[in-house]
């Protein structure tokens, strides 16, 4: 291969269609004169940076000067949106915040409990049921009440009145079975029963569910007396399963009951 094909070899590899050599070649085919005239290369345009290129390096670079006296006309700016702008970017802030949605209050679970009403006497019990079940003959908590009747001078065997009062009233369902609803209704269920009876001298609030949902008063208002609107007077006991199970309590209610006694006796006299 000669010296002209090998080079044409090279420029084909090269993917060169045209060339034009800049000094005489040996052994090349004479140059067409067309070839030969002189031209001025086309100046470069200035390109515009994009407002994203500007905040990285604020400092201006130079463009640089074109390759022939004559002028270059600047093309068009093209400004490019940041990213994560919208079409409201102009619009105030205020309106384009979006206000967080409070959550909902969560409801409160209906409370827990079952109370049994008794009469003893010219009293009153409402007993907490330990178990959720009727007393049996033979239950503890059962013969500590039937002591604690014989200790304060009244019969002690009390006699039940109506069923046993179970909180939540229905499993499922939109009803409101919250502690409000539940003191509502067990201070109804008393009310009604004992208007049945004859007048009660005193009610017994044994328990903190009795005393919570009848008297509308916590655990503080152990041995104490209570004022309960449309019940009259009442009196707080610990529960029965908490006198077993603490029995150091019995001392303040044996205490407690030699000054509440007097309400009962006096009404049995």
């Known amino acids: ?45 200035a390109v515009a940076v994009a407002p994203l290129v500007q905040e990285r390096a604020p400092a201006a670079v130079p463009a640089a000067p074109p390759a022939s006296s004559e002028a270059v006309r600047e093309r068009p700016r093209i400004e490019v949106p940041k990213p994560g702008t919208t079409a409201k970017a102009n619009e105030p802030a205020a309106a384009a915040e979006v206000s967080t949605p409070t959550p909902r209050e969560r409801p409160v679970p209906p409370p827990r409990f079952a109370l049994q009403l008794l009469r003893a006497g010219n009293c009153a019990l409402l007993v907490e049921l330990p178990t ?35 909180w939540p009233l229905l499993v499922r369902g939109n009803m409101d079975q919250g502690p409000q609803a539940a003191l509502d209704f067990v201070q109804s269920f008393i009310g009604a029963r004992l208007e049945e009876q004859q007048p ?32 009259g007077a009442a009196w707080a006991l610990p529960g029965l399963e908490l006198l077993m199970d603490e029995p150091e309590r019995k001392r303040a209610l044996w205490q407690a009951m030699q000054r509440v006694r007097r309400r009962w006796l006096e009404a049995s006299a």
Do not use: H
């Open 200 to 231: 009660c001298a005193c009610l017994w609030l044994i328990g903190l569910p009795a005393i919570r949902f009848a008297g509308a008063a916590d655990a503080e208002a152990y041995n104490r007396e209570l004022q309960v609107e449309e019940l």
């Open 1 to 45: 291969m000669n010296t002209e094909l090998r080079r044409r070899a090279y420029l084909d590899a090269m993917q060169v269609a045209s060339w034009l050599p800049r000094v005489e070649l040996p052994f090349a085919a004479p140059s067409r004169p067309e070839l030969l005239a002189a031209f001025e290369p086309e100046p470069e345009p």
């Open 132 to 166: 959720g079940e009727p007393f049996q003959s033979r239950d503890p908590a059962y013969l500590l009440l039937k002591d604690l009747l014989r200790a304060a001078g009244l019969p002690d065997a009390p006699q039940i009145i109506g069923e046993p009062v179970r």
